[in-house]
T-cell receptor, first 119, second 108 residues
């Protein structure tokens, strides 16, 4: 089946540094990828929609200058948390929409997530 | 009111028991996902379904589009099934709606 990978799975960084998280679709092309954030004991919340070759669309309340998204190819989107602070510590999950072929619905596949801890 | 409601929120079962987790939703959907999140946070996609029933090993997922309801069943539960199970519906446009999860603990 389709697989979406994320790297790294866990990262610990110092306050003020930047962290890049990669999301890859391994066996399909994804013109659209999504980034979610999950705080402890809460649901996943959509942060932004990443479109290949164009600017990302951010949800209300998400700082686009802090969470930089780049979707440079059909199989890779990156989320960079700039000048990270302890309050950015969270679980970040991506999902990718299969854009190849004709389907009855847009199949979307979830990555395993990345645990970010900012000290 | 949440667009996706899961029940129960917490569930403790003895090893070997049959487990059912329910998901009701109020939005239009193109597909419903069942996700498994382990204590370390890693997410595994269990099922994606838009109608009927799917089975994978000891896991069975069903969906009733008319009633806007889905169930996840685990047969012969095992301690390694202990995790949070999340129902996600969508996308409507780009928006997925997530339930708050059901925390399952299976006791040996």
């Amino acid at each position: 089946g389709a697989v979406v990978s994320q790297h790294p799975s866990r990262v610990i960084c110092k306050s003020g540094t930047s962290v890049k998280i990669e999301c890859r679709s391994l066996d399909f092309q994804a013109t659209t990828m999504f980034w979610y954030r999950q705080f402890p004991k809460q649901s996943l919340m959509l942060m932004a929609t990443s479109n290949e070759g164009s600017k990302a669309t951010y949800e209300q309340g998400v700082e686009k200058d802090k969470f930089l998204i780049n979707h440079a190819s059909l199989t890779l989107s990156t989320l960079t948390v700039t000048s990270a602070h302890p309050e950015d510590s969270s679980f970040y999950i991506c999902s990718a929409r299969d854009s190849g072929g004709v389907r009855l619905y847009n199949e979307q596949f979830f990555g395993p997530g990345t645990r970010l801890t900012v000290l | 009111k949440n667009e996706v409601e899961q029940s129960p929120q917490n569930l403790t079962a003895q090893e070997g028991e049959f487990i059912t987790i329910n998901c009701s939703y109020s939005v239009g959907i193109s597909a419903l996902h069942w996700l498994q999140q382990h204590p370390g946070g890693g997410i595994v996609s269990l099922f994606m379904l838009s109608s009927g029933k799917k089975k994978h090993g000891r896991l069975i997922a069903t969906i009733n589009i008319q009633e806007k309801h889905s169930s996840l069943h685990i047969t012969a539960s095992h301690p390694r099934d202990s995790a949070v199970y999340i129902c996600a519906v969508g996308p409507t446009g780009n928006q997925f709606y997530f339930g708050t999860g059901t925390s399952l603990t299976v006791i040996p």
